[in-house]
């Protein structure tokens, strides 16, 4: 991890003023961040740990729990939630043994409901990794979490 953490250090020049980019770096690369890689951060960025943790638990974006390969985000706004989303929230839960905001113990699913995502004339819509997917159903959701798994065994 330590190679990994000073790439990124190094790729901003060392530089204090990039703390936020560093962190969202580091968490594209290990899912979240752990203790360790904090600490890294704040030797190799020479930060104190206080301020690293400061900016760590600021942002709703950042997580210092194991988050997983795939993060799926369900939108419970209103024109989702109208459409069937507490029917798919149900069969996510229960095929992925996992409640809303839990990951998965192999570390493969996060699944979180979320807000309105700006979408709403796709709705439902489900986020997986920044990429959109609409209309969802339980059908398409099986499709879906079928795919994700054999790509993260692949
Ligand atoms: S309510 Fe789901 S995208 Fe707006």
Same mark, same amino acid.
């Given at each position: 991890?330590?190679?990994?953490?000073?790439?990124?250090?190094?790729?901003?020049?060392?530089?204090?003023?990039?703390?936020?980019?560093?962190?969202?770096?580091?968490?594209?690369?290990?899912?979240?961040?752990?203790?360790?890689?904090?600490?890294?951060?704040?030797?190799?960025?020479?930060?104190?740990?206080?301020?690293? +943790? $400061?900016?760590?638990?600021?942002?709703? %974006?950042?997580? #210092?729990? =194991?988050?997983?390969?795939?993060?799926?985000?369900?939108?419970?706004?209103?024109?989702?939630?109208?459409?069937?989303?507490?029917?798919?929230?149900?069969?996510?839960?229960?095929?992925?043994?996992?409640?809303?905001?839990?990951?998965?113990?192999?570390?493969?699913?996060? +699944? $979180?409901?979320?807000?309105?995502?700006? %979408?709403?004339? #796709?709705? =439902?819509?489900?986020?997986?990794?920044?990429?959109?997917?609409?209309?969802?159903?339980?059908?398409?959701?099986?499709?879906?979490?079928?795919?994700?798994?054999?790509?993260?065994?692949?």
């Amino acid at each position: 991890m330590e190679n990994t953490i000073k790439a990124i250090v190094e790729k901003y020049d060392s530089n204090k003023g990039f703390l936020v980019p560093v962190l969202q770096d580091v968490q594209k690369e290990l899912n979240y961040l752990p203790r360790e890689a904090l600490d890294l951060v704040s030797k190799f960025l020479k930060v104190s740990i206080s301020q690293v +943790f $400061e900016v760590a638990t600021f942002y709703k %974006a950042f997580s #210092l729990e =194991p988050r997983g390969k795939y993060q799926m985000a369900l939108c419970q706004g209103t024109a989702c939630h109208v459409r069937g989303v507490p029917l798919i929230v149900d069969h996510i839960e229960r095929t992925l043994e996992i409640k809303d905001g839990e990951t998965t113990e192999d570390l493969m699913y996060t +699944f $979180e409901t979320v807000n309105c995502l700006g %979408a709403c004339a #796709l709705g =439902p819509v489900m986020v997986v990794n920044e990429e959109y997917h609409g209309k969802m159903t339980i059908a398409k959701t099986d499709k879906l979490l079928k795919k994700l798994g054999k790509e993260g065994n692949a």
